[in-house]
């Protein structure tokens, strides 16, 4: 968005690791939460949640200090993975999105538009993301007890990942998701 649109952009890292690595490619950076620093970061014409809102623990409250710093009219886009999803519908306990525990909470598109309308945004409608999380699903079935990167190299699926990806997103029943939401204030 800032190269390539020439927007002023500000980020939010809670990780020092890549706070640091994005301090170091020149971001405008800032250490932190939504909810240890809203009250510090202006005005925002659009908030972008992009796999975040899993990993909070409470995703509306998070959305509402969005809406917060965000100006009249302005945007909300939250990317999530999709509970609803085809894949995980299949493949259950071994969908690699559940990523627990860092995955708090999980969507589904019904339950993504009521986070946001109860936060106070106009959401719009749900977009499937072409994106398939098959090739770690299965090797966390094939071989749920190695690691993680053990799993990967076992198993090169990859490019079906990517086209099962495609095709999965353009049934709407994709492992990801995205909502553009404007603000009602």
Request: overall charge neutral.
């Given at each position: 968005?800032?190269?390539?649109?020439?927007?002023?952009?500000?980020?939010?890292?809670?990780s020092?690791?890549?706070?640091?690595?994005?301090?170091?490619?020149g971001?405008?950076?800032?250490?932190?939460?939504?909810e240890?620093?809203?009250?510090?970061?202006?005005?925002?014409?659009l908030?972008?949640?992009?796999?975040v809102?899993?990993?909070?623990?409470?995703?509306?409250?998070d959305?509402?200090?969005?809406r917060?710093?965000?100006r009249?009219?302005?945007?909300c886009?939250?990317?999530?993975?999709?509970?609803a999803?085809l894949?995980?519908?299949l493949?259950?306990?071994?969908w690699?999105?559940?990523?627990?525990?860092?995955?708090?909470?999980?969507?589904?598109?019904?339950?993504?538009?009521l986070?946001?309308?109860?936060?106070?945004?106009e959401?719009?409608?749900?977009?499937f993301?072409?994106?398939?999380?098959?090739?770690?699903?299965?090797?966390?079935a094939?071989?749920?007890?190695?690691?993680?990167?053990?799993?990967?190299?076992?198993l090169?699926?990859?490019r079906?990942?990517?086209?099962?990806?495609?095709?999965?997103g353009l049934?709407?029943?994709?492992?990801?998701?995205?909502?553009?939401?404007q603000?009602?204030?």
């Amino acid at each position: 968005m800032r190269d390539e649109l020439g927007w002023e952009v500000v980020g939010l890292e809670p990780s020092r690791a890549a706070y640091e690595a994005a301090q170091k490619a020149g971001l405008d950076i800032h250490l932190g939460t939504l909810e240890s620093r809203s009250g510090e970061l202006g005005e925002f014409d659009l908030v972008v949640f992009t796999h975040v809102l899993e990993h909070v623990p409470d995703p509306v409250a998070d959305l509402q200090r969005a809406r917060e710093i965000t100006r009249p009219g302005g945007h909300c886009v939250v990317s999530v993975p999709n509970v609803a999803s085809l894949e995980r519908r299949l493949l259950g306990r071994s969908w690699d999105a559940w990523d627990l525990p860092r995955h708090r909470t999980h969507f589904e598109p019904r339950t993504l538009i009521l986070a946001m309308e109860q936060a106070g945004w106009e959401p719009g409608e749900v977009g499937f993301e072409r994106y398939s999380v098959l090739a770690r699903s299965l090797c966390n079935a094939l071989w749920p007890a190695a690691p993680y990167e053990a799993r990967m190299q076992r198993l090169k699926l990859r490019r079906l990942s990517r086209s099962l990806g495609v095709l999965l997103g353009l049934l709407r029943t994709s492992s990801a998701m995205t909502l553009v939401a404007q603000s009602r204030g």
